[in-house]
């Protein structure tokens, strides 16, 4: 039984930093691909970035995302991290760590794809 848990949410201003965890019991991270996802109130949940078992990592194609998130395994074991920094409102959600198989490029977005989901965690960017 594969279980994921999230970490590292909270509340923080605009232009602050976060680091979110997610720890998988049951089965390595990194033979698998990993992914974060997000959903904001009344939206549908929405790719973040993810990382293949080769390290090669993938992230949502729109700028507002790109360039300010960095997905990377964790230094504990069965650990993956979505660093975020400039944080703004429009980043408020609640976070997902997702895990799933092999993935070709143009799966990696989809939720449907991935096989095991964390509970999520809440991000809150408000001055």
């Known amino acids: 039984q594969v279980q994921l848990a999230e970490s590292g949410g909270g509340l923080v201003q605009p232009g602050d930093s976060l680091t979110l965890s997610c720890t998988s019991s049951?089965?390595?991270?990194?033979?698998?691909?990993m992914a974060w996802f997000r959903q904001a109130p009344g939206k549908e949940r929405e790719f973040v970035a993810s990382i293949s078992a080769s390290g090669a990592t993938t992230y949502h194609p729109d700028s507002s995302v790109k360039g300010r998130f960095t997905i990377s395994r964790g230094h504990a074991e069965n650990t993956v991290e979505l660093r975020m920094s400039s944080l703004n409102p429009d980043d408020t959600a609640v976070y997902y760590c997702?895990?799933?198989?092999?993935?070709?490029?143009?799966?990696?977005?989809?939720?449907?794809?991935?096989?095991?989901w964390g509970q999520g965690t809440q991000v809150t960017v408000s001055s």
């Open positions: 997702a895990q799933g198989g092999f993935l070709a490029t143009s799966s990696k977005s989809m939720p449907q794809k991935y096989d095991y």
């Open positions: 049951g089965r390595t991270t990194s033979a698998y691909t």
